[in-house]
């Protein structure tokens, strides 16, 4: 059936070094991929999204890319910052109007 | 302003009693959901809709009832709550065709 699978729970890294949160999903579809940010006591907020073309999807040092042939959707940061510790979750919306997400990365920086 | 409005923000129930949860959105979009989020588990979807008057199953329905009377409201129901039904739930609308989520602030619900 269709999922979506974020194999880390937890990440901890050192601010400067890169950023990389697994997403990778099932589907008998093509869907469009999401990417959600939740900072904390806040409600979660769109990110990044996939495109219908090819085009890399890039907000605030965030990319991401599609690769149909892994069914993958991995977030990337060249650059990690303390403001960047926050949930993140993957999703993905298989055209049926239902949207379905990961369980989520909790992403902490520290100096 | 918030475009999503959620209410109560915080909610303390007793276990068998019936809880309704409200939610109200003014970005005039057809899709609806009600998700819970606990630790460990994401985000998980309860029930959605597509405009109003539908509502359908989410992954994890059991338990809750929904209802969309209008475009603009959406309410989850506990009918009988229970203690496993603690959670914080958040309600969001759906943009179109590619279905962009935006989210109300949430309602932390505890059932003793």
């Known amino acids: 059936g269709d999922s979506v699978t974020q194999t880390e729970g937890l990440v901890t890294l050192t601010e400067g070094l890169p950023v990389m949160l697994n997403c990778t999903y099932q589907s008998t579809y093509s869907p469009f991929l999401f990417w959600y940010v939740q900072h904390l006591n806040e409600a979660p907020k769109l990110l990044l999204k996939?495109?219908?073309?090819?085009k890399r999807p890039e907000h605030q040092g965030f990319h991401a890319t599609l690769h149909k042939s892994s069914s993958s959707f991995h977030l990337q940061k060249s650059s990690a910052q303390l403001s960047d510790s926050a949930l993140y979750y993957c999703?993905?919306?298989?055209?049926?109007?239902?949207?379905?997400f990961g369980a989520g990365t909790k992403l902490t920086i520290k100096p | 302003e918030a475009a999503v409005t959620q209410s109560p923000r915080n909610k303390v129930a007793v276990t068998g009693g019936k809880v309704t949860l409200s939610c109200n959105q003014t970005?005039?979009?057809?899709?609806m959901y009600w998700y819970r989020q606990d630790t460990g588990h994401g985000l998980r979807l309860i029930h959605y809709s597509y405009g109003a008057g539908s509502t359908e199953k989410g992954d994890i329905p059991d338990g809750y009832k929904a209802s969309r009377p209008s475009q603009e409201n959406f309410s989850l129901i506990l009918e009988l709550a229970t203690p496993s039904q603690t959670s914080v739930y958040f309600c969001?609308?759906?943009?179109?065709?590619?279905?962009?989520?935006?989210f109300g602030a949430g309602t932390r619900l505890s059932v003793l």
């Open positions: 970005n005039n979009h057809n899709n």
């Open positions: 996939s495109f219908t073309d090819n």
């Open positions: 969001a609308s759906g943009d179109g065709i590619q279905n962009t989520l935006y």
């Open positions: 999703a993905c919306y298989y055209g049926n109007e239902k949207i379905t």
